[in-house]
């Protein structure tokens, strides 16, 4: 998608992937310093660890405790500085908004998984008013610290531990099953039935369709796939590195050719 951005734009631009054990990887953001990149993009298990390996963090990095992009700037006394930023959590709310049509302000929300991941998610969706959310994680301590900090930071917002009893709105994945084909589905059908909500959102993109996903259309719910939530994310960190408007459909439909094409 950014490839196809840059030359929407005509920008003399490259993105890149390279594969980065964690250990290496503040050795990794030296070395495009030096290199002269324009900004990086991180994934898991990076976004953490890269908190404490910039010079200096943006307001989202600051409100949800991740890194996901760098910009390299140059400061006054004229070193290049790295910039971290979180472009993750905006993204998560467009993309339910813009692909299930989901009025977050007043939900209930359940949400499997409190990695990465589902503490940005949760802490994004509580920002956004939502009445009651649903925590579920395979370690129970770790949803508990999400819950916590919920509780501190958004205290009308109602948290719970576990599955809901009663009808939610909305069911989102965090986890990363359903990436591989033998993988289970990330919910327990037999604490929640897939009846009790009315939308599921997978942040997974591939497969396109993943088990849960397959499940909830049977069972007559609303879906989507975590491609709306990568396409806003990089759109957001092309306008940070470049200072252009993002030409978000080109962008869209370089996904889309990735993704359902293949």
Known sequence: MHNAAFAKLGLNWR???FEVDPKNLRAAIEGARTMNFAGLNFTVPHKLLAMDM??????????????????????????????GFNTDADAIITALDEDLKIRLRGAKVLLLGAGG??????????????????????????????AREIKKRCPSVKV??????????????ATSLGLKPSDPSPLDETK???????????????PAETRLLAAAKKSGCKTANGL???????AKAFEIWTGKRAPVPVMRLALEKNIYDR
Request: charged content about 25%; aromatic content about 10%.
């Open 15 to 17: 993105y890149l992937a």
């Open 228 to 234: 709306g939530m990568l396409l806003y994310q990089g």
């Open 54 to 83: 910039v010079d200096a963090l943006d307001a989202s990095a600051k409100k949800f405790g991740a890194v996901n992009t760098i910009k390299f700037e140059a400061a006054r006394n004229g070193k290049c500085r790295a910039i």
């Open 192 to 206: 929640f039935s897939l009846k009790q909500t009315r939308a599921v959102y997978d942040m997974i993109y591939r």
């Open 160 to 173: 719970s531990i576990g599955y809901p009893k009663t009808k939610i709105d909305l069911l989102l994945n």
């Open 117 to 146: 991941a589902g503490r940005t998610a949760a802490l994004r969706l509580a920002m956004a008013q939502v009445a009651e959310l649903f925590l579920v994680n395979r370690t129970r301590s770790k949803a508990e610290v999400v």
